[in-house]
């Protein structure tokens, strides 16, 4: 079993910045995307950005040039450096990881979510 455990959320003024860390464990041979998703209330879920084990990025419009994705290969961890942040910002988010896990199979893996809540 992978699991996905997320830490970083909270309340931030508009403006300001927040760091979200995620870290996969449990029997994974590698990992292919690693990424970070959004849900506001009563919207949908959201790609905000996602790595491939290449490196390449892909972040949504609305984020772009404000937040940075990065992971640690090594490590198996994803972190979302999130500047500039806007009410509009507020949700939940949520990690999210696919690949090999042992003996040989396919694995895809969420987190359980932490809160942030841009705000004066």
């Known amino acids: 079993q992978v699991q996905l455990v997320e830490s970083g959320g909270g309340l931030v003024q508009p403006g300001g910045s927040l760091r979200l860390s995620c870290a996969a464990s449990g029997n994974i041979l590698s990992i292919n995307t690693m990424g970070w998703y959004r849900q506001a209330p009563g919207k949908q879920r959201e790609s905000v950005a996602v790595i491939i084990s290449s490196g390449s990025t892909n972040y949504a419009d609305s984020v772009k040039g404000r937040f940075t994705i990065s992971r640690d290969s090594a490590k198996n961890t994803v972190s979302l450096q999130m500047n500039s942040l806007k009410p509009e910002d507020t949700a939940v988010y949520y990690c999210?990881?696919?690949?090999?896990?042992?003996?040989?199979?396919?694995?895809?893996?969420w987190g359980q979510g932490t809160q942030v809540t841009v705000s004066s």
């Open positions: 999210y990881a696919d690949g090999i896990k042992r003996p040989w199979y396919r694995f895809d893996a």
